[in-house]
């Protein structure tokens, strides 16, 4: 092993690699076991219907129509005013945006020819 292949705390390359990835997949993991939290959530629902995925920040929510999964809305650049929402659809597309409201680009998921109301026809 090379002199410049050795981290200060004496951890090789290689194996800061792996506890990298090791990092990675606990952080998908828990984002995971999150977001099915928030579906539960939001099963019974009714229409579009949103909850944090990291309770109390609502910058990124869970989308839902009817119960099913449709996607999430994140904002963009929290500080910024006035706000900035991005769709992000599923299966996983290209997000789209930007929306000045996360309402808005929470109904942007909704499956087409979904009924907005119980009692449309359109």
């Not at 828990?30 to 990291?54: C, H, N, S, Y």
């Not at 109390?56 to 989308?63: K, L």
């Amino acid at each position: 092993m090379a002199l410049g292949d050795v981290f200060s705390d004496g951890t090789s390359s290689d194996e800061a690699a792996v506890l990298h990835d090791a990092e990675l997949w606990l952080v998908r993991a828990k984002l995971t076991v999150l977001e099915q939290e928030a579906l539960e959530t939001l099963r019974d629902t009714r229409g579009i219907a949103r909850v944090p995925l990291w309770p109390p920040s609502t910058v990124i929510q869970i989308v839902t129509c009817d119960g099913r999964h449709t996607g999430r809305v994140r904002r963009e650049y929290p500080w910024a005013v006035p706000e900035r929402w991005i769709a992000v659809p599923l299966p996983p597309v290209h997000p789209h945006g930007p929306y000045r409201s996360a309402e808005v680009a929470a109904e942007t998921l909704r499956p087409r020819n979904t009924p907005q109301d119980e009692g449309s026809t359109s």
